[in-house]
T-cell receptor
Framework: AQKVTQAQTEISVVEKEDVTLDCVYE???????LFWYKQPPSGELVFLIR??????QNEISGRYSWNFQKSTSSFNFTITASQVVDSAVYFC?????????????FGQGTELSVKP | DADVTQTPRNRITKTGKRIMLECSQT?????MYWYRQDPGLGLRLIYY???????NKGEISDGYSVSRQAQAKFSLSLESAIPNQTALYFC????????????FGPGTRLTVL
């Protein structure tokens, strides 16, 4: 079955700490895409990154970095030197390209709280 | 202007009322989706549409119906709202042949009393 698991329901850190959000996925497909979204308190979903199953290179964007490891079916997200503005719910998602119109399968979300 | 818009953004209604949530997009995408978000459950698919004449149920379609009035418009209806339909609802679009990325509207927060 296609599934995304974000085992960390809530994480609380103090500003400037590094924090890693875990994402583990299950899929039967050889071609798939993984995503991270941020949901700030205002509620909208903000796209952060897309990674395809054939590209295992890690990616860095400013304070954000992503570690994709097919061997462990993980796509973890690290925020370096966290800031209060990083406080949000973060979702990992997997594209189900061949079922239900190519829907996205979301994890349960990790609520990150960054305290000053 | 936003590529995917949803109206209303917030709605409070009573049990048994009929309510419609609307979604419009200017991205020219064929595929449109409705998801609902509940705390601790992530987003789950309600309905999806490949085009105006192709509408399909998702994981949790019971109690909902949809209408694809045009390529750009996809509406979600609750025929007789119930309290457990209180949730945050998102509309999304996607190109027909693409890398799976979906573009989300800002969400509609629905409360059923």
């Amino acid at each position: 079955a296609q599934k995304v698991t974000q085992a960390q329901t809530e994480i609380s850190v103090v500003e400037k700490e590094d924090v890693t959000l875990d994402c583990v996925y299950e899929t039967r497909d050889t071609t798939y895409y993984l995503f991270w979204y941020k949901q700030p308190p205002s509620g909208e979903l903000v796209f952060l990154i897309r990674r395809n199953s054939f590209d295992e290179q890690n990616e860095i964007s400013g304070r954000y970095s992503w570690n994709f490891q097919k061997s462990t079916s993980s796509f973890n997200f690290t925020i370096t030197a966290s800031q209060v503005v990083d406080s949000a719910v973060y979702f990992c998602a997997l594209s189900d390209l061949y079922n239900q119109g190519g829907k996205l399968i979301f994890g349960q979300g990790t609520e990150l709280s960054v305290k000053p | 202007d936003a590529d995917v818009t949803q109206t209303p953004r917030n709605r409070i209604t009573k049990t048994g009322k009929r309510i419609m949530l609307e979604c419009s997009q200017t991205k020219g995408h064929d595929r449109m989706y409705w998801y609902r978000q509940d705390p601790g459950l992530g987003l789950r698919l309600i309905y999806y549409s490949f085009d105006v004449k192709d509408i399909n149920k998702g994981e949790i379609s019971d109690g909902y119906s949809v209408s694809r009035q045009a390529q750009a418009k996809f509406s979600l209806s609750l025929e007789s709202a119930i309290p457990n339909q209180t949730a945050l609802y998102f509309c999304a679009t996607r190109r027909g042949t693409s890398d799976g990325e979906q573009f989300f509207g800002p969400g509609t927060r629905l409360t059923v009393l």
